[in-house]
């Protein structure tokens, strides 16, 4: 089981702010990630509809969409980031 964890806006779309989900084997990236979150209901894919923008952390460390999650622990999913 990875523990995903929703933050601000991505959260209020999807509904919840964390869940344990056990993740299939063919996702292997951040990317695959997003693109099978995205197939898990109608607020997954509103929430996740601009898959670039969307910033994620493995274990608490900002990754790029191209990094594999195999032995993550935690997966963090924001939107971007804002502020001065």
């Known amino acids: 089981m990875t523990k995903l964890v929703y933050f601000a806006w991505v959260r209020e779309k999807i509904g919840k702010a964390e869940e344990d989900l056990a993740l299939p ?3 292997e990236t951040v ?3 997003i693109d099978y ?3 898990q209901g109608e ?3 509103a929430a996740l509809q601009f ?3 969307i910033r994620v952390a493995i274990n608490q460390e900002h990754v790029e969409h191209d990094e594999r999650i195999a032995g993550a622990r935690e997966i963090g999913i ?3 980031m804002t502020g001065g």
Do not use: G, I, Q
Request: proline residues 17%; glycine residues 0%.
């Open 25 to 27: 084997a063919e996702v």
């Open 31 to 33: 990317s695959d990630l």
């Open 37 to 39: 979150l995205k197939a």
């Open 43 to 45: 607020e997954y894919d």
């Open 51 to 53: 898959p670039k923008a």
């Open 78 to 80: 924001f939107p971007p």
